[in-house]
């Protein structure tokens, strides 16, 4: 699976979007990018995935670029409950394992 | 709220002990996947389970061992417990039996294990 590289913490204001990067330059045709949350110490939170046209859903967007080395998590009005660690991984499905790396802290303030 | 469940949602146990983690997986799931999340390393995949037998393993001890039963449920044991055995266990299911799947796993509440 292609190694991410995220931002280790970033900051926003409730109400504004917040706009989460991932780079994957090593990513293959059939891999897909999974975007995964963890609130404090809860399990994971599955939000969205995709792998190479834009997808919506009721929690977030996720815009991969045409070359997909890199893509963008966009939560659109943050709530101070988004505040979580993001995970973006990259892998085929139907590998067994998610490896998570060390994701971005998300802190979304009053 | 993923659909799996996790019991005990807190355990203290001492070194040298054993004990069982139990994670049922969403309804109609066929694979269960444990992780363990350590402080220092982060979430770490141990073993997969699909349908009652071992599909595949990462970075499991030999201390540890796991079993999924008929009704798909599914039994963490650790044993010999050691202080760097102090963690949380998450466990995770997908592969909906006769539905499409879109390969996404879901993670239960975990498991706080204490190794004093």
């Known amino acids: 699976d292609a190694k991410t590289t995220q931002p280790p913490s970033m900051d926003c204001a409730e109400g504004r979007a917040a706009n989460l990067p991932c780079n994957h330059s090593?990513?293959?045709?059939?891999?897909?990018v999974y975007w995964y949350r963890q609130i404090h110490s809860q399990g994971p939170q599955y939000i969205i995935h995709?792998?190479?046209n834009n997808e919506t859903n009721e929690m977030a967007s996720l815009i991969i670029t045409e070359d997909r080395k890199s893509s963008t998590l966009i939560l659109p009005h943050a709530t101070l409950r988004d505040t979580a660690v993001y995970y973006c991984?990259?892998?085929?499905?139907?590998?067994?394992?998610?490896?998570f790396g060390a994701g971005t802290r998300l802190t979304v303030k009053p | 709220d993923s659909g799996v469940t996790q019991t005990p949602k807190h355990l203290i146990t001492a070194t040298g002990q054993r004990v069982t983690l139990r994670c049922s997986p969403r309804?109609?799931?066929?694979?269960v996947y444990w992780y363990q999340q350590s402080l220092d390393q982060g979430l770490q995949f141990l073993i997969q389970?699909?349908?009652?037998?071992?599909?595949a393993k990462g970075n499991i001890l030999e201390r540890f061992s796991a079993q999924q039963f008929p009704d798909l449920h599914s039994e963490l044991n650790l044993s010999s417990l050691e202080l760097g055995d102090s963690a949380l266990y998450f466990c995770?299911?997908?592969?909906?039996?006769?539905?499409?799947?879109?390969?996404?796993?879901?993670f239960g509440p975990g498991t706080r294990l204490t190794v004093l």
């Open positions: 389970y699909y349908n009652g037998e071992e599909r």
């Open positions: 309804s109609g799931d066929l694979s």
């Open positions: 995770a299911s997908n592969h909906p039996r006769g539905t499409p799947d879109t390969d996404t796993q879901y």
């Open positions: 995709g792998l190479k």
């Open positions: 090593t990513i293959s045709g059939n891999e897909y």
């Open positions: 991984i990259v892998r085929v499905r139907g590998n067994n394992d998610m490896r």
